[in-house]
Each structure stands twice: as structure tokens, then as C-alpha cells.
């Protein structure tokens, strides 16, 4: 997914229909997620033989559709880009994980969660970890590599850091219920 279309429901197609900036827009959002887009994230061993990112483009967009104006994205990779259309754009590379979470830190004030969406391997996971426990609320975490990898212990223990919840959305099938899940129980 290479086009950069406007996403429905994404905060800037909430402000083009409102007719307001995006950034008044940005205020109603209550989740950020940050999504990985390096390199890793184009294996192809996701649903129809599609890559990591396509499916989570697409599952980012159902998501959005159904909660419209209450997602932010984020794509990470070497460095980290605010997407107000809605879809993460593919970076490639490294991922570095410290560099999006001091990115997002800015958005830590209540009422905001923060979701990672990665295969867990950061360049600078000690990094990460330290950065995240610096934040006010909770982060958590959906793991979308192969099942029982380093990244899924990685993404396990940096949403414990502040009591968030990891979920594994298996080759990153189903991935707009696995963020609306953790969105609607705030427990």
C-alpha cells in the first residue's frame, strides 16, 4: 500500500468533512497508535500472502472507519512521521522504537493510550524500555511476527514497564479488533 489516500475516519478526513485544521481535530483522538514500518515489516507471511504493513494498513483502516476521529498514527522506522490521513507510511529500514516514544511523548496527557504495533525488534530496546517508563499512561502493545520470537518477549516487556497489555494479533490478522479490544477495556 504505496498510495496516500485519504483513510475514512482518519483526523484528516475528519477535519477536511468539519472543516476544521487537523490539529483541532487532533484534540477529540484518544489513541496513538504508532505503527512499525521498517524493513521486517515487509515479510509477506501475513493473511493472502500479504505483507505485515499491507495488513495493518488495512486493519488501521477498518479500525478508523469504526472509531472515526478517535486514531492517530504514527509510522516509525529510522525516523517517525505523524500520518493525519491515516495510513502509515512504508519507511523501511531500521526500527527505532526510542526515537517514536520521544516522538509521542509530547501526546502523554490524560486520557490518551498509546498502542505499538511492531514485530518487537527495536535497534535500542534498553533505550525503549527506559523511555517508556517515563510516560504517564499506559502503552500497549500488539505483536505481529512469528509466533514466540524475541519480539513478542520485547513488546511483552515494554508494555508491563507501565501495567499496558500485550496481545498478539497473529501474522497481523485481525488487527483492528485487537486495537478496538484494547481501546474499549481500559482495565
Do not use: W
Not at 115 to 144: C, E, F, M, W
Request: proline residues 4%; contains cysteine; aromatic residues 6%.
Amino acid at each position: 500500500m504505496t498510495n496516500m489516500s485519504i483513510v475514512p475516519g482518519s483526523l484528516q478526513a475528519l477535519a477536511s468533512q468539519n472543516n476544521k485544521s487537523i490539529a483541532e481535530t487532533f484534540t477529540s483522538a484518544e489513541c496513538l497508535v504508532l505503527v512499525d514500518t521498517s524493513g521486517s515489516m515487509g515479510e509477506h507471511d501475513s493473511r493472502g500472502g500479504k505483507s505485515r504493513y499491507d495488513v495493518a494498513c488495512e486493519e488501521l483502516a477498518n479500525l478508523q472507519a469504526r472509531m472515526p476521529g478517535k486514531i492517530a498514527v504514527l509510522s516509525f522506522s529510522d525516523t517517525t512521521v505523524f500520518c493525519p490521513g491515516g495510513q502509515p507510511i512504508n519507511l523501511g529500514s531500521s526500527t527505532n522504537l526510542r526515537g517514536a516514544l520521544e516522538f509521542a511523548k509530547c501526546a502523554d496527557v490524560p486520557g490518551v493510550r498509546f498502542v505499538v504495533i511492531s514485530d518487537g525488534q527495536p535497534d535500542d530496546a534498553a533505550g525503549a524500555l527506559k523511555l517508556a517508563a517515563q510516560y504517564h499512561n499506559r502503552i500497549d502493545t500488539i505483536y505481529v511476527g512469528p509466533e514466540g520470537g524475541y519480539g513478542q518477549e520485547f513488546l511483552a516487556r515494554l508494555a508491563s514497564v507501565k501495567n499496558g497489555k500485550s496481545l498478539v494479533s497473529a501474522q497481523a490478522k485481525e488487527l483492528s479488533s485487537t486495537v478496538e479490544t484494547l481501546l474499549l477495556n481500559a482495565g
